[in-house]
């Protein structure tokens, strides 16, 4: 089987499998095996366990929904990071986003400066006053 996983940074990972497991804290947990019936399912927050002959990985996901058509196994997902164990992936994905929590709370005040300056100079120059 394939196995396709995407985020908005682009493809994460793109693999062949023998077998998947599905946990979510809303659906379960169910695996997915070799001519599977089809499914469509979402992950609200959860992981993929990927396994095959030569490795064992682990996708922590965040807000995704998971396909599985003709072994061709699709996941979208908002957020999501691969590790070798679940609690590996979950700090590298917690890592992560409170980066990003950082990052963004710096261009907020940079740009509250920006804003700022922006109406004093319009102030200044007299601009949209009668």
Do not use: C, W
Request: aromatic fraction near 4%.
């Amino acid at each position: 089987m394939n196995i396709v996983i995407v985020t908005p940074d682009g493809e994460l990972y793109n693999e062949e499998v023998d077998s998947i497991i599905v946990s979510s804290s809303n659906n379960g947990d169910y695996e997915i095996l070799k001519d599977h019936l089809p499914i469509v399912s979402t992950i609200d927050t959860g992981y993929v366990k990927l396994t095959s002959a030569k490795m064992v990985y682990y996708v922590v996901v965040i807000n995704g929904v998971v396909e599985n058509m003709n072994n061709k196994i699709t996941v979208v997902s908002q957020d999501a990071f691969i590790g070798e164990s679940k609690e590996i992936a979950l700090k590298n994905l917690t890592d992560i986003r409170a980066a990003r929590t950082e990052e963004n709370k710096k261009r907020n005040v940079e740009l509250e400066k920006a804003e700022r300056e922006l109406k004093r100079q319009i102030k200044m120059s007299g601009a949209g006053s009668l």
